[in-house]
């Protein structure tokens, strides 16, 4: 996906899995200052689901756990608070939790209604999305670290050591298919 040209939506809506996965890079308000869009997220994923990443050493990264503070990326208007706003909201949300977590409803019924991209890694959610709203653009992890990548040009270095962290501390690791793997696999 390309966030530059040809992207159709003023917003994108992170869910928890990216948000995590962002954290858990070490590099999260590198990336977001350079996603030339508004990044949002549902405060209810702020608050009942993007919550830890493991933070141990690196041969055992499961052996302490860091609570995620994106307070600091809302103070400084790098990532906005969306709320399931109105009736049309609320029975999108109800809608999707049948077949979607809670937070991924949440966050879904706001950029259905919204028309804002959603980023995601959530295999469930994207099959959906675009079997029910293909007019939303759906953005991975992979995306928004690609397009850091391409914009802020960082040494193979820290992007291996985030790509690294993503995986090992966000416990992320991209589909077999997905059109960035061999970019992924080609740094770790």
Known sequence: MNIDKGFPHDCIILDACCVINLYASGKMRTILQVIPRNLSIAAYVKDHEALNIYSGPIDNVQAISESIDLQPFVDDNLLFLAYIDGEVEESAYVNLAQSLDDGEAVTG????????????????????????????????????????????????????DALLNIRVRGRYEPHRNHPLGNWWRKFL
């Open 109 to 160: 019924a706001i950029a259905l209604n919204r028309n804002w991209a959603i980023a995601t890694d959530d295999s469930a959610s994207m099959k959906l999305f675009q079997r029910t709203a293909p007019h939303i653009a759906l953005v991975s992890t992979l995306d928004l670290i690609k397009h850091w990548v391409d914009t802020n040009k960082p040494s193979d270095d820290i992007v291996h």
